[in-house]
């Protein structure tokens, strides 16, 4: 599978937020989808070729101590866990 090199966010729940993607980095399997080397004759849309990409190159450009929105949404929203 081919991968991504992006830049984002280090949030405080830990979760690492993309913003940019620099680059793919091909991968070079005929079974790849993304690939440049993809030998596949049919269409993209019957292709049964790999049509996700791997895991992102993770580049972090900075840090904060806020959540992301799936976070903030899970534990200040409405259902949130009850304050003691």
Known sequence: MCNA???GIQKGCGHYVAIKTIEVIDC???NCRHSAHHACGRSRSACACAKYYGPDVEEIVRTETAWCDHCSS???GKGA???R
């Open 74 to 76: 899970w534990y200040e």
């Open 81 to 83: 866990p009850r304050k």
């Open 28 to 30: 070079g399997r005929p």
């Open 5 to 7: 090199r992006t830049q």
